[in-house]
C-alpha cells in the first residue's frame, strides 16, 4: 500500500514529571512539530490557542489534575506604562535593542551561561551546553529574531554585531497577530535595571510600532512567585475555557 504523507499536525503526549512551578504538583504537555513551508502558520494558530514554541516543538499543558497554568497575552495598543515601568524605562533608556537573524553567537552563550548559573541553576536549562544552546536558537521554522540589547555610551566598544557591551537578550517570535517572547536572558548583576520588565517594555514598543496587536508572554501560574510579574503588564488577556478574556489592572 502506497504512503502518503498527512497534511494534519500529530499531537503527542508526555508521561508526567514533576512540576517546576508548583511543589507536590505532576505536569503533563501536549505537544507536536513545527517543521515545513506550513510552520508559521501552525505555529500562529497554535499560540493562538495557548501553545508554546521550544525550537520545533509546541506545546500546552496537559495536567490531569491541575490548571494553574493560564497563557498571557498584552494587549500592545492599550497598555500605559505604570510610573515604575516608566522609571525601569528611563533608567535603560542608554540600551539600543537590535533585531538580527537567529544565530548563536559565544558572546550570547557567555551572557546565558552567566545568567542560568545565577538565576536557574537547578532548572531545567542548567546542563545546556553551547551546542544545546546553537539548537535552541537555530532550530525553528518560524519567523525568529535574537533581539540583542547592547549599552551605549562613550565607554562603548564596537563588536561584531554592534555597538557596546551586550547586556541582555530576547528570542522572539513574530507572528501575524503579535510578538511571542519564546525566551529572554539578562546580565544578573545588572538588578537595578530591572532588565527582565524592560525587554517586555520594549517589545510593547516593537508590536506597536509594527501595527501588532498582542505580545505573548507564556504562561502566567496562578501560584507561582517566579511568574507573579506577568500580570503586571495590563490590560492583558488569558486564555480560559472561553477564549480570551480580558483582564483590567
Known amino acids: 500500500m502506497t504512503q502518503h504523507p498527512t497534511q494534519s499536525p500529530q499531537f503527542f503526549l508526555t508521561a508526567p514529571s514533576p512540576c517546576p512551578y508548583l ?28 501553545f508554546r514554541r521550544s525550537q ?9 489534575t491541575c490548571r494553574a497554568c ?3 497575552r498584552i494587549l500592545a495598543q492599550e497598555f500605559k506604562p505604570s510610573k515604575n515601568m516608566e522609571r525601569v524605562l528611563k ?40 551546542l544545546d544552546y546553537a539548537m535552541m536558537v537555530e532550530d525553528t521554522h518560524v519567523d525568529t529574531r ?31 497577530d503579535g510578538l511571542s517572547m519564546v525566551y529572554s536572558f539578562y546580565n544578573p548583576e545588572m538588578e ?12 510593547i514598543r516593537r508590536a506597536n510600532a509594527a501595527g501588532l496587536p498582542h505580545v505573548y508572554l ?14 503586571r503588564f495590563t490590560p492583558q488577556e488569558h486564555l480560559g475555557p472561553n477564549g480570551w478574556e480580558r483582564i483590567e489592572g
Open 192 to 203: 537595578e535595571r530591572s532588565l527582565g520588565t524592560f525587554m517586555i517594555l520594549d517589545h
Open 218 to 231: 507564556g504562561y502566567w501560574v496562578n501560584g507561582s512567585r517566579k511568574m507573579a510579574y506577568k500580570v
Open 70 to 72: 493560564v497563557s498571557v
Open 23 to 50: 511543589e507536590g504538583q505532576f505536569e503533563r504537555k501536549v505537544f507536536t512539530h513545527l517543521v515545513g513551508a506550513k510552520a508559521p502558520e501552525l505555529n500562529d494558530l497554535l499560540t493562538q490557542g495557548g
Open 146 to 176: 535574537m533581539i540583542e540589547y547592547r549599552r551605549r555610551g562613550a565607554d562603548s566598544f564596537i563588536t561584531g554585531r554592534g555597538e557596546g557591551e551586550l547586556i541582555a537578550v530576547a528570542l522572539t517570535d513574530q507572528m501575524a
Open 91 to 130: 533608567r535603560n533608556a542608554d540600551l539600543i535593542g537590535t533585531a538580527h537573524q537567529a544565530e548563536p553567537s559565544t558572546e550570547q552563550y557567555s551572557l546565558f551561561r552567566t545568567y542560568l548559573d545565577a538565576r536557574h541553576r537547578r532548572g531545567g536549562m542548567s546542563d545546556m551546553t553551547v
Open 56 to 64: 520545533n516543538i509546541a506545546y500546552r499543558p496537559a495536567c490531569e
